[in-house]
C-alpha cells in the first residue's frame, strides 16, 4: 500500500499524520470477533498536520474541527478494516476541503417570463371551465 493517502488531486496526507488504533469489534461474532483486534480508527489531527496549507488548515479546523476520526469494523479481517477507515477518513476530508462554485445571478429572459404568464393564463382558464356554471336568477 502506499505511504500516503491521496485526498484530493492536489492533496496527500502521509499515513504517519494518520492515527491507526486497532480494538476489539463489538457485536456478535462468536469465538473469532473475541478475540481478535479487527475494528480499526483512523484518527487525523488536523491542526499538527504539516501537509496541509493555511487554507486547508482553516477549512477542515471550521468544519469537521481539530480531529477527524473514521471507524470500520465491517470486516472479519483488520487489514480490510485499515482500508474501509482509510477511505470513509478520506471522503471525510474531501467532503471537507470541498469549496463549492459561487453561483452567479441570472435573470429570467423576457421570452421566458411570457412564456410562464402564459401557460399561467391558459392554465386558470381552463380551471375556470370547469367549474359550475353561475346560477343565474
Known sequence: MADELRI???????????????????????????????????????????????????RLLIRVGPRVTAVAQDARSQRRNRELALRRLRAKLAAALFVPKRRRATRPSQVA???????????????????RPAAED
Open 8 to 58: 484530493t488531486r492536489n492533496l496527500s496526507i502521509p499515513l504517519r499524520e494518520i492515527e491507526l488504533r486497532t480494538s476489539r469489534s463489538g457485536g456478535p461474532g462468536g469465538q473469532h470477533a473475541n478475540v481478535t483486534a479487527s475494528r480499526v480508527e483512523a484518527v487525523f489531527d488536523v491542526a499538527a498536520s504539516q501537509a496541509l496549507g493555511e487554507r486547508q488548515r482553516e
Open 113 to 131: 417570463r411570457e412564456r410562464r404568464l402564459a401557460e399561467k393564463r391558459r392554465r386558470s382558464e381552463r380551471k375556470r371551465q370547469r367549474r
